[in-house]
């Protein structure tokens, strides 16, 4: 199976995690930049093409371009992978997978999650600033939910619960 990762990343865990698939794939690896310069008859050499991208809002980021191509690749196997800062049992990461994919798509393309963390040293001053916003604003919330405390506290400072475990599902798929 010749694979093809192609990723975003800000803060680095996309990138660690498309460096995994990678090496487990034996896959080549191409940084969503690179990837849009390349023409057709490039892309016609792989058997199956990765997407992944961390995720913003719930949404997978810069995901545009990945989906709009894979219209013309209905017949490799095509995997996009979200990865966040929520931990893989959260239970709004099933919604999010399903809001990702139009219906239409999940008929060619699997879409996985990723646990990863934050990383506020690596991240860009207007990510940070949305943060900060969004934590004072769960603290300041009256009547917050006990889990919705526990998030503001979490998401207030860096921390990585990435694993390679998590790919398992990927690589399972990629390689049946
Ligand atoms: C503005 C912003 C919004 C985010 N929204 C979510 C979210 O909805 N769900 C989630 O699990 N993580 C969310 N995150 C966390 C990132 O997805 C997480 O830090 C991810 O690991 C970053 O990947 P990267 O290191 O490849 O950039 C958000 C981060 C930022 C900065």
New binding site residues.
Partial sequence: MKTLVIYT???????KYSEWLAERMSADILELKDAKKKDDSFFAGYDAIVYAG?????KLVKSGWYFKMSSAWKEKRLAVIC????PID?PRIDG?LKNIISDEQRKYIRAFYCQ????YE??NLP?RL??KM?VKTLKNKKNATEEEKQMAEGISHSYDISDIKYLDPVVDYLNA
Avoid: D, H, I
């Fill in positions: 990343s800000q803060t680095g865990f996309t990138k961390w995720c913003m809002a719930e990865v966040g800062g929520s959260n999010m990863g963390g934050f990383n690596k991240m990510s949305v943060m969004f």
